[in-house]
């Protein structure tokens, strides 16, 4: 067979071109899942600095928690606090607010035209920053309010508290949770991976009644988790909410209890929805 020139026939130049072809096919899925689990360590570093974030917080408030949001009425809506509050203690990293693992680029930044009101002092946002609402697309979530969210005007919420204390709903108790308050930290959950989906991305609830803040499963199936010992870990979306069964989210006393500040499942908030 005549060669071409440089001393390669036609049939080894393919045979070389399908080898090669071969090896990519072989080496793409390893490739892909490698960069799947550097964004998972990337957003479990995250965690754990937001996690070292709350803990400054919490030394330097008496033990309290920094709450989910403000809960003002009105045409202002709602102030998110939480990330704000820890923001002073991540050195003013914006990253650490946002999972590569997302298919979608927007993150958290600094923009003006905020109203300068003292109470957004208070939450952490820097004069005439433009606060956060819950409409937003946003990585992670607060466990503010525990299995369900508002549970009722005698029992307060169960996470580590949904509302700011000086809000509308002060009245109720469901503010900034103190840490003794929690009976078992190494498995409370404090804040984790949620759905971008610009609708209270800000906040982590299991409740069937707000699906669009669910965990999400980007990692593997679940999401990052960090508990309110420090720790964070990834954890599958069926453990920490429930597994779908022929349409029935079937849920156990073992996944629900780890949303409760009283580590107790509270059967009674969601043994009767489907």
Not at 18 to 23: K, P, Y
Not at 189 to 203: K, R, Y
Not at 233 to 256: Q, Y
């Amino acid at each position: 067979m005549r060669r071409l020139r440089g001393g390669f026939t036609l049939i080894e130049l393919l045979v070389v071109v399908a080898i090669i072809a071969l090896l990519i096919s072989i080496l793409l899925p390893a490739l892909s899942e490698a960069k799947k689990r550097a964004q998972e360590t990337v957003c479990g570093s995250n965690m754990r600095q937001m996690g070292l974030a709350l803990r400054h917080y919490l030394d330097d408030n008496n033990g309290f928690y920094p709450g989910d949001h403000l809960e003002t009425g009105g045409r202002n809506g709602s102030w998110i606090a939480w990330a704000p509050r820890i923001r002073k203690y991540l050195d003013g990293q914006m990253n650490v607010y946002w999972c590569p693992s997302t298919d979608i680029g927007i993150r958290w930044e600094r923009r003006q035209g905020g109203a300068q009101r003292s109470f957004l002092r208070l939450l952490g946002y820097e004069p005439g920053e433009t606060p956060l609402k819950g409409e937003e697309f946003f990585s992670y979530g607060y466990n503010g309010w525990g299995v369900r969210v508002f549970t009722n005007f005698r029992q307060r919420h169960l996470g580590l508290g949904g509302h700011i204390g000086g809000g509308i709903d002060d009245r109720q108790g469901n503010h900034e949770l103190q840490e003794s308050k929690i009976k078992r930290p190494e498995e409370m959950i404090a804040i984790g991976d949620t759905f971008m989906n610009a609708f209270w991305d800000t906040w982590l609830t299991p409740d069937v009644r707000s699906p669009e803040s669910y965990p999400s499963k980007r990692h593997r199936g679940g999401a990052e988790i960090l508990f309110t010992d420090g720790h964070a870990v990834n954890v599958h979306f069926d453990e920490l909410v429930g597994k779908r069964n022929i349409g029935t989210l079937n849920r156990s006393a073992v996944a629900m209890r780890r949303w409760n500040n009283d580590f107790q499942p509270h059967h009674n908030y969601w043994r009767h929805y489907p």
